[in-house]
């Protein structure tokens, strides 16, 4: 995930408050967790087999917060899949 660049004019931090990936074979994954690095951020997945989703919210913000020291910074998030 990379803030928005130069399109983004403001000092603030951008917090990311939820996040659905587009998964295929849903049905074959019994649970997921979201990592920022090496922070765990939620263990907590909705997981729906039918639109083959699987949607983390109400994470937490002191995770999810993309500072803007630079035009562009990234924040490294790695999504765990248990089948």
Known sequence: MTEAGTSDVDTLPTILNSITFNVTNTSMIR????????????NVATINTGSNTIAFSELLPQRMRIRRPTPKMSLPLIMAVMD
Do not use: E, R
């Open 31 to 42: 649970s997921a967790a979201l990592f920022n690095g090496n922070a765990l951020v939620s």
